[in-house]
């Protein structure tokens, strides 16, 4: 796959895929942006913004096709993975931003 590619790949699950998987299991969080901050902070183990630049525009635009790559095979994680999966790369995003 191209850059632009794995880019519709990872829209696709962060806005379609995840979203309708959480509400058929017990996932922690339920929209978009919830995913979308669950994968890149997981991906960076970081909170994203600390590795990537807010005011450059979106997030995925600003990924590598290693990063992407990597983004994608995170949120498959999620979908194939028991829900505990989720809801501990959660915790680590979390953790990550001092919210627990």
Do not use: T
């Not at 990872?10 to 942006?33: D, G």
């Not at 990597?70 to 959660?90: F, G, M, Q, W």
């Amino acid at each position: 796959m191209d850059i632009e590619q794995l880019r519709q790949r990872y829209l696709h699950l962060i806005n379609e895929e995840l979203p309708a998987q959480a509400k058929q299991r017990n996932f922690p969080v339920s929209l978009n942006h919830c995913f979308a901050r669950i994968i890149l902070d997981n991906l960076f183990n970081c909170c994203w913004y600390e590795v990537i630049d807010r005011k450059q525009g979106a997030a995925y635009k600003q990924l590598s096709v290693e990063q992407l790559e990597k983004a994608i095979a995170i949120a498959e994680d999620i979908i194939d993975k028991p829900d505990s999966y989720v809801r501990e790369l959660n915790r680590n995003s979390l953790r990550w931003r001092n919210k627990i």
